[in-house]
């Protein structure tokens, strides 16, 4: 390696001594060390010249120069960007021993935008030093701002996080540069762990992925993605201390400033990561519960979504470092619950109950409602599912309804209920409900009981499967789940296997079939769905009575009541009265056993 700089009547050994500080490494999170100090200061006392060194961020030493009395050579790095730090730090000394940085190190530090500039020198046997870095704020010229300190022990330099420090002045010195276009960016980092104690329902990499997609819905951009096998999660920092080391160089050279764990942490492992990476950390469930906070468009979805927060993030507000201090939104922040995450605890848990007490009140309408509906005797199908298996495009392509579609997780979160005639004319209502996914987080399943309550009310569960997916017996494995916790697991079950167009392995039919009541079809193209149709009515069909009826003509208001019921299919006058042939569910024929005439199931 080569030493670059004023190199006139210098000696060979020192010369060795110069390369040899290549061979030396700094860990990443400080700035220097005692060994590296020590090294520099004996060579300027036998040079009685400047010795500056240039590290990068991974520790390692990538120049070493040597200058006069007064100045130090310092080259031009080229990966310096004008809208960051440079990467580099340099460390050099002053013979005289006086480390305040002079007006040509402070000009370096600008002109070169190094992460940081120190000073050392001998203040009698002990080493000291002065420290200078960019603040990320602008001066009144427009030129950015700088900040010193010292001199200082060398301990004291030593205890200046690097990560930290590099990774907060980067995102305020953005914060300027790119004030319109990147101003508001989440740049993520995803990470997981693989128990190796323990089996894993999903495989890592199919999890991360599909974080991954989870992290694209919220708008963050996933610039990168980490895994380890561990037994168990730290339970400091919920991965071990080395990945962490990783992760922080990868915050760096990958300017990200938000990470994403594939699982729940604790408060005090989030807190831990965030003082220790410099940057926001949050957890698959904060990340649902984000989606959620923008997918919500009723008055009940955004008061279920922020009941869930608020459970979320009480116990978090101890001490939830830098999420709490932010003064902007982004992932895990936002949603309609955001301005109450500051407030203490006695003021949330009276928000929470109060909106307990909204949502418990709608709870009490929809059961007026679904009441309503059980009168009427009109069969009730809900569509289940996987967050993106096409429930949504199916409720169009059935009922013509309009809701939200595109291919992201959660793209629609309110329920919609239509009215849909099967072939015999037949009236159904089918409700399309919010969508599944692995470790849908407790809190939610809770919030929304009430939306969910249309699952185990309905007649018919339409279990809608992305068939070409890879993951779909998993998929279909983590909706059970969902319904045990529902209590509606045991509800009648017609399996849709949807996207049929895309599925090319014809084997994978046999094999999702397998034991199940099921049938293909594609919501997007229309294949197969009169089909569909044909397989619901043949299903109410099986659950119904038919009955020949003579009804008196002042007993007018029965048949009322039957034509309430969609249950007439044909009608005919005679002398005697109303000759009705009716469909009706064998719970409901009780109270027109007074007029049958004759009875066949059908």
């Not at 005797?377 to 298996?389: E, S």
Request: aromatic share 6%; net charge neutral; hydrophobic share 40%.
């Amino acid at each position: 390696m080569q030493v670059h700089g004023e190199l006139n009547n210098i000696k060979a050994h020192i010369l060795e001594e110069l390369q040899a500080l290549y061979e030396l490494s700094v860990p990443t999170s400080q700035i220097s060390t005692h060994e590296l100090n020590r090294r520099m200061l004996d060579i300027t006392m036998l040079l009685g010249r400047e010795v500056a060194v240039y590290i990068n961020r991974q520790g390692r030493v990538v120049e070493v120069s040597v200058g006069d009395a007064g100045t130090v050579d310092l080259p031009e790095f080229k990966s310096r960007s004008e809208q960051r730090l440079s990467g580099i730090r340099c460390v050099h000394t002053h013979p005289s021993g006086d480390t305040l940085l002079s007006d040509p190190d402070l000009s370096s530090l600008r002109r070169l935008r190094f992460d940081a500039m120190a000073a050392i020198g001998l203040e009698g046997k002990d080493i000291v030093g002065s420290m200078g870095f960019f603040t990320g704020e602008l001066q009144e010229d427009g030129t950015p701002k700088l900040q010193c300190f010292g001199p200082v022990p060398e301990a004291v330099l030593h205890k200046v996080s690097m990560a930290w420090l590099i990774t907060v002045i980067n995102k305020k010195l953005r914060r300027f540069v790119m004030k319109e276009t990147r101003a508001d960016e989440e740049r993520a980092i995803l990470a997981g762990i693989e128990r190796t104690g323990s089996p894993q329902t999903w495989p890592l990499q199919e999890s991360l992925e599909e974080l991954a997609r989870l992290a694209k819905t919220a708008g963050a951009i996933v610039v990168g993605t980490f895994h380890q096998k561990k037994e168990k999660p730290d339970g400091a920092f919920f991965l071990g201390r080395g990945k962490v080391e990783e992760i922080a160089m990868a915050v760096q050279n990958l300017d990200a400033n938000l990470l994403i764990l594939d699982d729940e942490l604790t408060p005090s492992q989030q807190h831990n990561l965030e003082h220790g990476l410099g940057i926001k950390v949050i957890d698959r469930t904060a990340l649902i519960l984000d989606i959620f906070a923008q997918r919500a468009q009723s008055r009940e979805g955004k008061l279920q979504v922020e009941l869930a927060q608020l459970r979320y993030r009480l116990p978090r507000l101890g001490g939830q470092g830098l999420v709490l201090s932010r003064l902007g939104g982004g992932i895990g922040t936002r949603g309609p619950g955001e301005t109450k995450l500051e407030v203490d605890r006695r003021r949330i848990y009276s928000k929470i109950h109060d909106i307990e007490k909204q949502i418990e009140d709608m709870r009490h309408s929809r059961t007026l409602h679904r009441n309503r509906r059980k009168e009427s005797r009109i069969p009730i199908g809900a569509l289940v599912g996987y967050t993106n298996a096409g429930k949504s495009t199916l409720l169009n392509a059935l009922t013509g309804a309009n809701v939200y579609v595109e291919d992201q997780l959660f793209a629609t979160l309110d329920p919609t209920t239509r009215r849909l005639v099967l072939p015999e004319k037949q009236e159904i209502l089918l409700t399309d409900t919010v969508g599944f996914i692995q470790k849908l987080p407790h809190m939610l399943v809770t919030a929304f009981r009430a939306t969910l309550e249309e699952v185990r009310e309905a007649d018919l569960l339409l279990h809608v499967v992305d068939c070409s997916n890879p993951e779909a017996e998993r998929q279909i494995a983590s909706v059970i789940e969902v319904l045990k916790e529902l209590e509606a697991e045991n509800k009648p079950t017609l399996y849709v296997f949807n996207k049929a167009d895309c599925l090319k392995d014809m084997r994978a039919r046999e094999r999702l079939l397998h034991g199940r009541e099921g049938i293909f079809v594609s919501a997007l193209e229309g294949r197969n769905l009169e089909a569909l149709k044909v397989r619901m009515e043949s299903f109410f069909l099986d659950a119904q009575v038919r009955m020949k009826l003579l009804v008196p003509f002042q007993d007018g208001s029965a048949v009322t009541r039957l034509h309430e019921m969609n249950a007439i299919r044909s009608t005919e006058y005679t002398e005697k009265g109303t000759l009705l042939e009716v469909q009706l569910p064998f719970s409901g024929k009780d109270a027109f056993m007074k007029y049958r005439i004759e009875e066949q199931n059908g």
